[in-house]
């Protein structure tokens, strides 16, 4: 429910913090007062149009703002919105949308107190506040709306979530089936192309980290003279050594031996004859390998010329199909997959198409089911509608809720269809096989037609407030809100209005807060919260004022709008009370 409204320096509005009631709110004032201004300021907080002319004169930016109190339905319905916007870190039992319009055109929406898109403030406020006045906002008059009514009136939700899923699984088998028919010539070139990768990958019989090996190998083919003449120096101060110097090995014997007549005299010099003996055995362990590794050196440019062609091919692979080996082989893995699918696609495209023709099968099936529980709920809709019309006064008024089925080639089978339809195939969505329309025809001998088409004016806000109590159940946007209902109806039917208005906030389990502007004292007297709107001049400006009426203060209102201020007038004004609250303790009894 709107808890607070504060608007600021929108047209003749300087500030105002308006507070509401949960029930029925009637805000009332003479004709220009600002009633309407106060409507249009709430359909700007909707995602409405802005416009600079609702900027107050003298200043640069108008601004509204309201507070919102979620029930744990409002919340449930919210909450993944709230969620997939980053808006949910507050309180879930409140959300406040604001917007801002700036003179230099710059639109400021916020929700939570984070800056919005427009779409997205529009989103939340379309599940908030519905309403239907000069500011037309109302989810009825949207043909894509009367599915969803009609099945929550009707508790279809289950039923049709099962079809939806079907539909779901649908929608993957084609996608799949799609991929795979999209293009014979295509999906051969790939074939092809899959081929060739991954028997070129497969010939050139990688290894992991044998470019590494490979690398190392070339380094010593290509440096084969230099580590010769190297490992000779070494083997040279090992073994042989230089002119008129001994060799190493020998000099550490010499060492050794000279150790050993030191420990000989004192023993703590034995582990240093211990360690020379060690260096001893390690030297000659040395000189041989040094041996072997000059052995083993040689100029082979044959070799050379076979490991420059494998890193060559090696690196040709990885530019291709990876950074390293390991990627190139999982490329070729991969490759080798989706070959594999391809050539097996035939079998996996007659397995898809026979899953799509069964579940096409199940969804007429189920559509046809559906269709026929709507079209039961929609006869009981339009009974309700009807009798409600008829106490508004508008009993030759017929309406009818229109199921329509659309032939498509490639649609849903119904083989068994329900009276009145032809076995065919329909088109269908997440909805089943239905396209609703609600129809109405206000006046004798005219045909029906779709309600988004019936002209404005009170005729209008007396159907709309007729479809609203009959779907209150259905209804699942919390705020209502009706501006100039009242318009081309007198004070008689004015009670009647003011008398459903009412109830509308009072219904069991799915009750409304409800909002009217009303010129009728009939009507407003059933208000739970009666705010008068009335305008004066401050200086040379004028300004719009709301007060909250009780008592006597709300039989002056009463009586002005009934045309008079004497004892007389009031006293009228108080039956009319008196009545509102014998019929709101009848209702409440009922």
């Known amino acids: 429910m709107l808890a607070e409204l504060t608007i600021s320096n929108f047209a003749i509005i300087d500030h105002l913090h308006l507070t509401f009631s949960p029930g029925f709110n009637v805000l009332t004032g003479e004709t220009g007062a600002g009633k309407s201004i106060i409507i249009d300021a709430v359909n700007l907080l909707l995602g409405g149009r802005a416009d600079s002319n609702f900027i107050r004169a003298g200043t640069d930016k108008a601004q509204v703002e309201g507070i919102f109190y979620l029930s744990p339905r409002e919340q449930a319905a919210l909450s993944p919105l709230l969620q997939e916007e980053a808006l949910d870190d507050g309180d879930p039992g409140l959300i406040v949308l604001s917007r801002e319009i700036r003179a230099s055109g710059h639109n400021i929406c916020r929700i939570n107190g984070r800056t919005v898109r427009l779409s997205t403030l529009e989103q939340f406020g379309s599940q908030l506040i519905d309403i239907h006045g000069q500011s037309e906002h109302l989810s009825l008059l949207n043909e894509r709306s009367h599915l969803d009514f009609l099945d929550r009136y009707g508790k279809l939700e289950a039923e049709r979530a099962v079809l939806a899923d079907k539909v779901h699984q649908l929608r993957q088998v084609r996608q799949e089936l799609n991929e795979l028919t999209r293009n014979e010539r295509a999906l051969e070139q790939r074939q092809d192309m899959l081929r060739y990768q991954v028997d070129e990958i497969h010939a050139a019989r990688l290894e992991a980290g044998e470019d590494i090996a490979l690398e190392q190998e070339r380094n010593r083919l290509t440096n084969a003279e230099k580590l010769s003449a190297l490992s000779g120096e070494v083997l040279q101060l090992l073994v042989e050594g230089q002119e008129g110097q001994g060799n190493v090995i020998d000099l550490l014997g010499q060492a050794t031996r000279a150790l050993s007549n030191l420990a000989r005299i004192d023993p703590q010099m034995e582990s240093y004859l211990q360690q020379a003996e060690e260096l001893g055995y390690q030297l000659d362990d040395l000189a041989s390998a040094i041996q072997d590794y000059q052995e083993q050196v040689e ?7 076979q490991v420059e062609e494998r890193l060559t091919l090696i690196r040709r692979l990885q530019r291709k199909y990876g950074d390293s080996i390991q990627d190139v082989l999982a490329f070729a893995q991969r490759a080798a997959e989706e070959l594999a699918a391809i050539e097996h696609s035939g079998e996996r495209i007659a397995e898809l198409q026979a899953q799509e023709e069964a579940l096409l099968r199940e969804i007429g099936r189920l559509g ?30 017929r309406f009818a809720v229109d199921l329509h089925w659309e032939p498509q080639p490639d649609g849903a089978p119904v083989d068994d269809p329900p009276p009145g339809r032809e076995a065919g195939r329909y088109a269908f969505s997440t909805g089943g096989l239905d396209r609703v329309t609600f129809l109405i025809a206000p006046n004798i001998g005219e045909p029906l037609k779709p309600l988004a088409r019936v002209a404005s004016g009170g005729e209008t806000s007396r159907l709309m407030l007729a479809m609203k109590t009959a779907l209150a159940m259905a209804d699942h946007i919390p705020t209502l809100i009706f501006d100039e209902i009242d318009q081309g109806i007198g004070g008689r039917i004015g009670g009647i209005v003011g008398k459903k208005l009412w109830g509308l906030s009072q219904l069991e389990g799915g009750a409304h807060q409800v909002f009217c502007v009303t010129h009728l004292p009939q009507l407003a007297c059933y208000a739970d919260r009666h705010l008068r709107v ?8 004028t300004i719009t004022s709301v007060e909250a009426l009780d008592g006597e203060a709300r039989v002056d209102e ?9 004892e007389n007038t009031r ?19 009922n």
């Open 368 to 397: 046809a089911a559906l269709s026929e529980r709507r079209r039961q709920a929609g006869e009981r809709l339009a009974a309700a509608v009807e009798a409600e019309l008829a106490e508004l006064k508008m009993e030759r008024t």
């Open 534 to 541: 009335q305008k004066s001049l401050s200086g040379e400006r």
């Open 558 to 566: 009463l009586a002005n709008m009934l045309g008079g201020s004497g």
């Open 299 to 305: 100029f082979n440019p044959k070799r050379l010329e």
């Open 571 to 589: 006293q009228i004004a108080r039956d009319l009370l008196a009545r509102d609250l014998l019929a709101r303790d009848l209702l409440a009894r």
